[in-house]
């Protein structure tokens, strides 16, 4: 069953603390993203994976950072949430880079207080 | 750097119309063009891509590509209340894979 799995699905956080979501994929893909999407905005590209510890910032970088030790595991942290970083944040993954499908989580809906 | 913009915002049709969506791009060097159709609260998922100029169909669901124009477009013939969602355009660079996604039309089909 192939699937894109995000914890947790709904966080509150406090602006100044630190917060950690997680995304996990079973399909042995090379590539994941984190996405965020905001009224209006389409998604938008945080960051992107080509494989373990092979990591490029997409269009939106400040104020995150990812980890990838394993190919099925994919981690976005933000040290010091600020109130503009409340949204929706989806994972996604794909076989390989960009030109094919992408398979998305079911999203994790971050406020930042 | 690659802009894709999307028009109408929002449209609403009574069920069996045939609805198109409209989806610009900036870079004439685009090599790969894709829609993705997200229902409310949940993830968005792939519906159909294409490389080439032309048309490609799959069953209700119809993509137009016109590079020179820097213009692509879906039609969902015989629109379904089931249809009613946020229609995402993408489209990727040829020196980057990086998929450029708009802001979204927001369709809703009437019975």
């Known amino acids: 069953d192939m699937k894109v799995t995000q914890m947790p699905r709904y966080l509150i956080k406090r602006m100044g603390e630190n917060v950690l979501l997680e995304c996990g994929q079973d399909?042995?893909?090379?590539?994941m993203y984190w996405y965020r999407q905001d009224p209006g905005l389409g998604l938008q590209l945080i960051y992107i994976s080509y494989d373990v510890d092979s990591n490029s910032e997409g269009d939106i970088p400040k104020g995150y950072r990812v980890s990838r030790k394993k190919r099925e595991h994919f981690s976005l942290i933000l040290d010091s949430a600020k109130t503009n970083q409340t949204s929706v944040y989806f994972c996604?993954?794909?076989?390989?880079?960009?030109?094919?499908?992408?398979?998305f989580g079911p999203g994790t809906r971050l406020t930042v207080l | 750097q690659q802009k894709v913009q999307q028009s109408p915002e929002s449209l609403i049709v009574p069920e069996g119309a045939m609805t198109s969506l409209n989806c610009t791009f900036s870079d004439s060097a685009s090599q790969y063009f894709a829609w993705y159709r997200q229902h409310s609260g949940k993830a968005p998922k792939a519906l159909m891509s294409?490389?080439?100029?032309g048309e490609k169909e799959e069953g209700r669901f119809t993509i137009h590509l016109n590079k020179a124009s820097l213009h692509f477009s879906l039609h969902i013939r015989d629109s379904q209340p089931s249809d009613s969602a946020l229609y995402l355009c993408a489209a990727a660079s040829s020196g980057s894979w990086q998929l450029i996604f708009g802001s979204g039309t927001q369709l809703t089909v009437m019975p």
């Open positions: 996604a993954s794909s076989l390989t880079g960009g030109w094919t499908e992408q398979f």
């Open positions: 399909m042995s893909h090379e590539t």
């Open positions: 294409i490389f080439s100029n």
